[in-house]
Every structure is written in C-alpha cells, then in structure tokens.
C-alpha cells in the first residue's frame, strides 16, 4: 500500500524556521518525484516545491523562493522541505504528493499527482 506522511509542521514565530519531513512507503521513492503543496483556510492548494527523481533540478514557488529548500533521501525514503524566514502567509495545511513523472511546466497541479499524504498544519504567528 503507497503511503506518505508529512510530520514537523506546528507553530513558530515570524521569522522562525520549521523542518517539514514526507515518509513514503509502499513504492520506490527513487522513481518519483515529489512535491510538497500547501492549503490555508478558504484558498485553493498550491504547489509550494517540487524535486525530480534524481534531485535535480527543484522547483520552487516564487513565494517561498531563497525561505524553503527541498531535499529528499532515497535510500531513507524520506523528502525534507526546510522552511526558513517564515511568515505569517505561510500559514496552512502542508502535504507532500507523489508523480512517477513531472512536467516540468505541471509540477504545481495537484490534479496531476497519483499519491497525497494527510497534511501537516504550519501556523505562522504574527
């Protein structure tokens, strides 16, 4: 059975920084890439960083640009997404998505991801 679960989100002050990890299970990590999406309260999910099967390259949304940085670890079949500089409008529930294969100019649909996990919250205090 494919699974992912995303742990590390909770609450830190503007400015804080928060490492969220994505554990997968049932599927090789190795042929997937992964992008980690975020949702806040009364707005659609967006895709927040994507990571290709190999590493490289990575995607980023331009709001979390030089603040998140997104790594994975095959052989541990583990994704990180370290958030750093954080802000309040980073606010929202976080998940971590699975695809075989990404376009490079769809990796921020969620419509095109096969396996979802159940979120973390990110609460960002003002």
């Known amino acids: 059975e494919v699974q992912l679960a995303e742990s590390g989100g909770g609450l830190v002050q503007t400015g804080g920084s928060l490492r969220l990890s994505c554990a997968t299970s049932?599927?090789?990590?190795?042929?997937?890439?992964i992008t980690w999406f975020r949702q806040a309260p009364g707005k659609e999910r967006e895709g927040v960083s994507c990571?290709?099967?190999?590493?490289?390259?990575?995607y980023y949304a331009e709001s979390v640009k030089g603040r998140f940085t997104m790594s994975r670890d095959n052989a541990r079949n583990l994704v990180y997404l370290q958030m750093d500089s954080l802000r309040p409008e980073d606010t929202a529930v976080y998940y971590c998505?699975?695809?075989?294969?990404?376009?490079?100019?769809?990796?921020?649909?969620?419509?095109?991801?096969?396996?979802w996990g159940q979120g973390t919250q990110v609460t960002v205090s003002s």
């Open positions: 990571i290709r099967r190999s590493g490289q390259p990575t």
């Open positions: 049932g599927f090789t990590l190795a042929n997937y890439a």
């Open positions: 998505a699975a695809k075989s294969w990404v376009i490079t100019s769809a990796w921020n649909r969620p419509d095109q991801y096969d396996y």
